[in-house]
């Protein structure tokens, strides 16, 4: 049996060994020195691509959508003012012919009121 104790130096230079020894099989192992490597890349590449244009399609729709909501609903926004607008319109006319035929309907009160008193008068004074 050796009684050997290694020295710092030895240490550090079996260190440095196998640092260049696991450097050099992590080199071995770099996916860019496989096979293949540069096809699986460009797919990846022109998948991303792909779901880029995908997502920007689905921003452009649903911007579409979004606008073509809005002015569904401003239409019908305008179509129910229009509307309410025509409502009120009517109303206000049903009051205005309300209103001229309660006043002619007071007038011919009037008359007849007017109609009886001059008769009662007349005969008084005969």
Do not use: V
Request: a positive charge.
């Amino acid at each position: 049996m050796k009684n050997h104790e290694p020295s710092f130096a030895d240490r550090l230079g079996t260190a440095a060994k196998a640092k260049q020894a696991q450097l050099k099989k992590a080199k071995a192992n770099n996916p860019a020195n496989q096979p293949g490597f540069a096809e699986r890349q460009a797919a990846r590449r022109a998948a991303s691509i792909a779901r880029e244009e995908r997502l920007k399609e689905r921003k452009a729709a649903k911007e579409a959508e979004k606008i073509r909501k809005s002015e569904e609903e401003a239409a019908k926004k305008l179509a129910k003012e229009i509307a309410l607008k025509a409502e009120q319109e009517r109303l206000e006319a049903e009051a205005i012919k309300r209103e001229e035929a309660e006043a002619a309907h007071a007038a011919e009160r009037k008359a007849e009121r007017d109609r009886k008193y001059a008769a009662r008068k007349a005969r008084k004074r005969k």
